[in-house]
């Protein structure tokens, strides 16, 4: 057996999804998600930007239900920790979700917002947050889930 003839003759590439969640912007994301779960201030300016976005349009209409969702959420956790309340049984799901809104509000991202498709990243890393968060979500949606 020669040594070409186990060499693969492809290279696997990286993923867009890994990209993105390597990306310097989302990891900047995650640190400031870090120090905003827990102001409540931060969250609601938060939650704010992110309704001033264009939800309405494609791309961002693919995932704005679930954006109005994490919406919700932030304002709710914001009026927890107003409350004195602060559970967090699954707080690395829930700073996820504060990181990719952080991600989609901030225009100079992996695809800067202001080029022609820079919406698109956006998109695909929200869509793997509300996946990996979805019990956190699922009770701010407007529908409830179909029943099984």
Excluded at 50 to 58: F, I, K, P
Excluded at 99 to 112: E, F, I, K, R, S
Aim: glycine share 4%.
């Amino acid at each position: 057996m020669t040594e070409q003839s186990w060499t693969p003759l492809f290279r696997t590439p990286t993923s867009t999804i890994t990209r993105v969640l390597r990306s310097p912007a989302f990891l900047h994301a995650r640190e400031r998600a870090a120090v905003t779960i827990d102001s409540a201030a931060e969250l609601r300016e938060l939650a704010e930007a992110t309704e001033r976005l264009n939800h309405v349009n494609a791309p961002l209409s693919a995932v704005a239900d679930r954006v109005s969702a994490a919406v919700r959420f932030l304002r709710a956790t914001a009026d927890g920790l107003d409350n004195g309340v602060r559970t967090a049984p699954n707080a690395a799901r829930e700073r996820l979700v504060v990181a990719g809104l952080h991600y989609l509000v901030t225009p100079d991202d992996l695809v800067p917002d202001f080029r022609p498709g820079g919406y698109i990243d956006d998109v695909l890393l929200l869509s793997w947050v509300f996946g990996a968060a979805v019990k956190e979500l699922e009770p701010y949606l407007d529908e409830p889930p179909p029943a099984l």
